[in-house]
């Protein structure tokens, strides 16, 4: 049976796009691109926004236009969400969630044996859900190997949907991380990027005192792996005592994806964040102290929050200002069904979350600039991950963009001596150098 699998979303749901497309595989069944050729089409969909459930509908439709008579199976957090309207597009064979991705196989070759005439709705209740399902992926050939060790989130944030989608926290055993870093140092992956929905409650439903710092010390004596990098972080549960076994390893990269959200109490307090923007300042300060000046601080903000005066918003740019954000990805805020915020009053309209985060984007724009300038002139450790038109594109640890002149074998270190940057056409800056040493 040939395969494809379409992922949207974030890196949790390509990191199970991956273990599914492996476990078919290893079933005996082969990956294609061409959606035209294949006999089965899984795409797992993204709940995250309004845009990202009507994304999810129009892709699972353009697949079944594209690739007609193949089995089409609708997975992923929309599916979840939106079993039965997931189960009412044409071409839709069967319909799984957040779950079950470890029964790919079976339901997939299932399809092929002429006993389902009706779609099939294999949905289970996450929220009351304790298994974390162990889900095995390794990429060949790519040079940064993703690792989820956490799933679901129990903080209902009044804006999310997410916990409705992924249910409630669960934890990758401390033996089952170990095994899989084995595998990902045997096959030489130089970094490694610990991923989840909500990362830094890792192990608390383990109820045994483990916390992420226990999952990076899994990391001992895997040699291979140069690099140690986290997703997104939640900033009120990092104290300094995981800061200080983070800061011990020397391999744990010098960039933090800090959520954020607003940069307004009033707005984090409405949003139920559970901490204030001094709080996170501090927090900031800690860790440049900690990893140095040059750690790369990045996060989410979202504009246009229901009931967000014009002075929360400017209270928002004046604490991107503040912390020196090396870059920011800008989000108008979504009204999701269920959720707290969708029944708020002051709901704006788009065109105002429109201009609001024009203007979150245009501030995060000058900082990103700001911050990449003070590598002028400094030689920066790279880790190549491809080359093209006689030049070689990696990031350092810091996770900012470096193109080097000439080629070098990817999965390899250089030393390059930053003399400039660039804006690509897609106003992606990186950092140039003309020479290595």
């Not at 969400?81 to 069967?94: H, K, T, W």
């Not at 788009?350 to 985060?357: D, I, L, S």
């Not at 984007?361 to 002139?377: C, N, P, Q, V």
Request: hydrophobic share 35%.
């Amino acid at each position: 049976m040939r395969f494809s699998i379409i992922t949207l979303g974030c890196r949790v749901n390509q990191y199970e796009s991956d273990a599914m497309a492996e476990l078919l595989e290893k079933a005996g069944h082969i990956k294609t691109e061409d959606l035209s050729k294949a006999e089965l089409v899984i795409v797992n969909s993204c709940t995250v926004t309004n845009i990202a459930d009507r994304k999810s509908r129009q892709m699972i439709s353009k697949a079944h236009r594209l690739s007609p008579n193949a089995k089409l199976i609708a997975a992923g957090c929309w599916s979840q969400r939106s079993p039965e309207q997931a189960a009412g597009l044409e071409g839709v064979d069967a319909v799984i969630g957040s779950t079950d991705k470890a029964n790919i196989v079976g339901i997939a070759e299932s399809l092929f044996s002429g006993e389902n005439e009706t779609t099939r709705i294999i949905v289970k209740d996450v929220m009351h859900d304790s298994f974390f399902e162990p889900l095995s992926a390794v990429n060949e050939g790519r040079t940064r190997a993703y690792l989820k060790i956490q799933d679901g989130c129990n903080l209902f944030c009044t804006y999310c949907a997410i916990p409705f989608a992924r249910g409630a926290l669960r934890s990758r055993s401390i033996a089952s991380v170990r095994e899989e870093l084995e595998k990902l140092n045997e096959r030489g992956y130089p970094e490694v990027v610990l991923t989840g929905i909500h990362l830094m409650s890792y192990g608390v439903d383990l109820k045994d005192g483990t916390t992420i710092a226990d999952a990076v010390k899994c990391f001992s004596g895997l040699d291979n792996i140069k690099r140690i990098r986290f997703g997104s972080l939640e900033p009120h549960l990092m104290n300094d005592g995981i800061i200080e076994e983070l800061a011990g390893e020397p391999r744990v990269c010098r960039q933090f994806h800090l959520s954020l959200q607003s940069g307004s109490d009033t707005v984090l307090d409405r949003m139920k964040r559970g901490y204030t923007s001094e709080q996170y300042y501090q927090l900031v300060q800690k860790l440049r102290q900690a990893f140095g000046d040059e750690t790369s601080i990045t996060t989410d903000l979202i504009a246009g929050f229901p009931g967000e005066t014009e002075e929360e918003h400017l209270e928002t740019i004046a604490f991107m200002k503040k912390i020196g954000l090396a870059k920011t990805h800008v989000f108008p805020y979504s009204r999701r069904s269920g959720t707290k915020a969708d029944r708020m009053p002051g709901q704006l309209s788009n065109a105002e979350k429109t201009r609001r985060a024009g203007e979150l984007i245009k501030t995060a724009k000058m900082l990103e600039e700001e911050y990449l300038s003070r590598f002028d002139g400094s030689t920066q450790e790279v880790l190549i991950e491809e080359n093209m038109e006689g030049c070689s594109i990696g990031h350092t640890d810091t996770y900012v963009r470096v193109r080097i002149n000439g080629n070098f074998a990817p999965n390899s270190f250089v030393r390059a001596i930053i003399n400039g940057r660039e804006e690509d056409k897609d106003g992606e800056l990186s950092l140039l150098s003309d020479s290595v040493g």
